[in-house]
């Protein structure tokens, strides 16, 4: 192995920026006679605005401009496009009510934003906002996503029963008749608790107009700029693709949150023309709390029939699930493509239906957020198999295992393809590192100290490396899911390659940078990765669905391919060899069969300075591009297993012991995907233990807008992990890899929860498990 | 209302005439043009503006410009050596893997160098419970830990 190549843990060329302070990040920059905007928000879950009045704020000083609504819709914008058209059961589209920029005649949601301030400095901005007098008439709120389709008000005049769409996927009659004939059934309601993603740089957006040159630069804080780019300026504000540059520089993390176009950043762009200034905005934390898209938000009862040997003969789910007060962009796909398709699991359940209701409430926007749809389908599958082990009297294990898929390519009933896996390896693997077998031991031990302790297993599935563009369009996305890269190789053989794929804490400046060194035989250092910006990136979709190495890192594998074959002919000519009889390794073209060779950077300074070339039949210069369509998704998959101490006289959960081995296919830096790993299993064991976003059921107020009231992971709130992975590669790309982002979220919820209610003995506790929910259970236990 | 702060910022001497309202975070972010310290909460929750005043580890966004009139201030920027050698909880940091996407790390290193002058050998736990004040929402901080105590080690 290569000291810096493929599989090698080395250390971030990142790094150095961020820890000496010389990252950029959207607020650190700052463009000459900048302006400032702050956002006039409703203060009402959902309200008729009668009238803006700002004509005092107009005048204070430093105010350049005030925009409502009415003045975005007076210009012939319309309102922010949802990518993907789901379709109801009965074949009707769903609801696409208008999500206007700034809200016209009705705000729908506590911080909906209903005008925008423009100002010489922040405090002005900040100020004048605060005078600008909207005169609402106050309405009834809907709130709760379990009753929104009965509640009296509508969110939408479109949507007077608050429904978007009632989705069906599988074969409901094969369930019904699995259940009607089964030996037993288990069943469980459960609630996916609401999140805020909570990157911890807010949003940010700076907009720019240049008149010399009719065009834009935007600076934001995003995790795909050329999406970003195509949906505001084909969907939203008809300005020409070609005339607007979208740089999103260091994003301090986005977790899904900044997939997303959102109202902010089109506002400022739209204004920036007319300002003729450069506007910057920054969230501040209760903003982002109030107007990031959340994740999760579901209510869903799930029934597992099984035979008398425990194998599952059919599962039946029925799931509501809370798309907020306007769908954003990727919102309907989450819990329907994204979900519905991984509730097999990792098992061979022959039928299996999914009934989902989507509900708009005068709440937030609920979309993507780290896992998106699969740590829901995980949650659902994995608390349904605890529970069915317990009815059953199985061992949790031993249940899973004789309901593993086990040969492989393997078609599931709800429209996947699993192309490898092996599931048994990876439970004996995390089995073997929790030591299971001496739990019963530990938990006798715990007794004696009046401690209660459970353990918990959760063997996920996920769908990553989004996503074949067929199959995600037939499905209704709006948009292709390939990725692109460039490999530019320099006359000195120096690499910078460029990516569609953009890194917000993941590492790629690193890891794309082995991948390309490796294959080239030249150390990292030679190699520079460029991404985030649509003026230097040739075209990209992004980062999202733990698909960058998998999707983009095969556009890249690509395009070094299409380097290395181009070099092959000039080291022949060089050589004066056949095409054919070269062979490139190490760094080094070489006539096969001999010791004739010439190096990568000789070849490439060939190609720049074509004196000797053969340029009748090939043309200068080494930069090639690619795009990489995968054709399936990647599953990664693995076996989660918690152990918990839980204290009676307080409800307290301590995680004793965590164990995550995980199939992420090859690795190309272990280091950095156990960082991943560690990050997806805090915000997984947040979810369980400690997150959930709480809106006043009646007045529609967030109640948890502020780090003093939603509770954030600290550093003492969790254990250190057990980390291992097992690989089977994947058969569909060049590289092997998965994808490793997401897993530790999607797997991790339902391990925590199965360790907690076994220690407790209940069938179900709501996350987040609080000491005070843990108390009042054993109190009902009791 | 226009005050006058002088403060040593990285060991150069700065003055200037701000309104008596700027928080020090918005001084070093907006006046030095210093941008390594970061606002992640502006409430003093999350730590990433944490930089050092006369040596104790202090929230930025909580402290107003002039009361650091006369301090010594250090910020990420002043940590690493004239010649961009790291501070070796700097290097700890890249070593362990102790950052993803950066945006708390400045906050994190400057609250991990204050715990070496307070508890040199501290344990995982006692690190834990040190960084209560500085989230971060990528790592699961297990790296974090680790490269603290590799860092107060070295």
Known sequence: MKADGIGARVTRKEDHRFLTGNGQYTDDISLPRQTYAAFVRSPHAHAKINGVDSASAAAMPGVVAIFTGKDIAASGIGGLPCGWLIHSKDGTPMKEPPHHILAV????????????????????????????????????????????????????????????????????????????????????????????????????????????????????????????????????????????????????????????????????????????????????????????????????????????????????????????????????????ILYATLLAGQYTTPAIYAEVTAVFTNTSPVDAYRGAGRPEATYVVERIVETAARDMKLDPAEIRRRNFITTFPYATPVGLTYDIGDYPACLDKALKLADYAGFPARQAEAKTRGKLRGIGLSSYIEACGLAPSNVAGALGARAGLFEAGEVRVHPTGKVTVFTGSHSHGQGHETTFAQVVADKLGIPIDDVDIQHGDTGKVLFGMGTYGSRSLAVGGSAIFKAVDKVIAKGKKIAAHLLEAADTDIEFKDGVFKVAGTDKNVPFANVALTAYVPHNYPLDKLEPGLNENAFYDPTNFTYPAGTHICEVEVDPDTGKTQIVNFTAVDDFGNIINPMIVEGQVHGGLAQGIGQALLEGCVYDSESGQLLTATYMDYAMPRADDLPNFQVATHVTPCTHNPLGVKGCGEAGAIGSPAALMNAITHAVGVKDIAMPATSERVWRALQGRA | MTVNVTMKVNGQSVTAAIAASTLLVDFIREHLRLTGTHVGCNTAQCGACTVHVNGRAVKSCNLLAAQANGAEVTTIEGLAAADGTMHPMQAAFKEHHGLQCGFCTPGMVMSACELKGKLPNATDEQIREALDGNMCRCTGYQNIVKAVKAGLAA
């Open chain 1, 105 to 336: 005649d009705k705000a729908r949601y506590v911080g909906d934003q209903v005008a925008v301030v423009i100002a010489e400095t922040l405090e002005q901005a900040r100020a004048a906002a605060e005078a600008v007098s909207v005169d609402y008439d106050v309405l009834p709120a809907v709130v709760d996503t379990a009753t929104a389709s009965k509640a009296k008000a509508s969110v939408h005049d479109a949507a007077a029963d608050n429904v978007c769409y009632v989705w069906g996927h599988g074969d409901a009659a094969a369930v019904d008749k699995a259940i009607a004939s089964a030996h037993h059934v288990s069943s469980l309601d459960i609630v996916n608790n609401r999140l805020a993603p909570n990157a911890i740089e807010p949003r940010a957006a700076n907009a720019a107009y240049d008149k010399s040159s009719d065009s834009y630069t935007l600076y934001v804080s995003n995790q795909n700029p050329h999406v970003e780019r195509l949906l505001m300026c084909a969907f939203v504000l008809g300005i020409p693709e070609h005339k607007m540059r979208v740089i999103a520089p260091d994003v301090g993390g986005g977790f899904g949150s900044k997939i997303f176009l959102y109202a902010e950043e089109t506002v400022l762009v739209w204004a920036s023309k007319r300002v003729g200034r450069p506007i910057k905005w920054t969230a501040d934390r209760m903003e982002a709390f109030l107007s990031d898209a959340h994740g999760r938000d579901h209510v869903t009862n799930v029934q597992l029939a099984m035979d008398a040997n425990g194998k599952f003969t059919g599962m039946k789910v029925t799931t509501t699930a809370n798309v907020g007060a306007y769908l954003s962009t990727f919102a309907s796909s989450v819990p329907t």
